[in-house]
Every structure is written in structure tokens, then in C-alpha cells.
């Protein structure tokens, strides 16, 4: 197997997450941003499964090995949307754990797989969409672009926060307010 790279590995991971998305959830993923939404709800579905899920993960002798599997897949598609809209290499790093998968980009080092992987345990309230967001945000101001504020669905649910955060702002000139 001579040429394969972690790139080529995280793009067939990638597909593996569109093709799990579409037979397992029937849902159809294009490596768009407004897909994300669509891998949300998968990891929100696998969310949904993980209390009731641990005894038949145990009796399957599925372990956190399995979860990293999944997070691998989605991570990997999520990667490819950041790297395809805004490029970067993946990478392996050493880390804490062991190696590491990174996709190094213009505004740093992110971990999706790391992040895809938090998601089904903690919630909507560490939604990939959120995470996306927060990158978009970053890397469209190191391209010069303007970017809109637009609340987290967790912000949408305390509408305190994001008028605390409106009101940090500086004014801007433009007719939109960037972030």
C-alpha cells in the first residue's frame, strides 16, 4: 500500500459516513455546510441510543473502540467539509493518548474527529454544527470575509446569552455585524 496517506484514509472515512448516513439514517450527505445540520441528527440519533445502548454495546463486545469508529467516519466527514471550503492537510500528531489525527488548516490545528467524538456523549450542547461554526467564523476572518452572527441552537434556547453577547460587540459600519 505504498502512497497511502492520512488524507487518503480520512476521505474514505469520509465516505463511509455518507454511506452510513444514507443506509443507516436515510439521510444524504454532499460535503456541503449546510449538510452539517444532517450529520447533527445522525449524532444526535446515536446520542439518543447511548443510554439504553451500553448493555447491547457490552454484550456485543462493542467498546469505546467502536465509538471512536464512528468518530473517525464523521469526523473525517466533517474535516473534509472544513478542508474543502477552506483547505488544510491531514495530519498525524503525537498526543497524551497516542497518535493523533489533526487537519492543520489557515487558522491552526482542529480535531473533528476529537470533537464528532465528545458529541454523542455530551449532547446537543457540543453539536458539531456549533463547532463549524465557531471554525467558519475563524477562518472566514483570516480570508478577509464578513461573517453574520448567527446563535448556536443552544443560544436560541437562552435568548440572555446571545444579548450579552450582542451587546460586547463594537458597532460596525456594515449594515451586518461580524464576529
Known sequence: MSGLT???VMQAWAEDAVDLARERFEVTLDYSEESLPRVERCLAE???EMPGAIGRL???RKTDAYAWNLAKLFGG??????RRRWGGQWVTEDGEAGR???LQGPAGDLHPTTKVYQRPRSGADDAVTTYYKVVRRDLARLA????VYEPSESELRRPAAV?????????SRSPHRAV
Not at 77 to 82: N, Q, R, S, T, W
Not at 144 to 147: N, Q
Not at 163 to 171: D, G, L, Q, S, V
Open 77 to 82: 466527514y466533517l474535516g473534509e467539509v472544513i
Open 163 to 171: 444579548a450579552a453577547k450582542t451587546a460586547r460587540r463594537p458597532p
Open 46 to 48: 446515536l446520542h439518543d
Open 100 to 102: 493523533v489525527i489533526v
Open 6 to 8: 492520512v488524507s487518503h
Open 58 to 60: 457490552l454484550r456485543q
Open 144 to 147: 478577509g470575509e464578513v461573517v
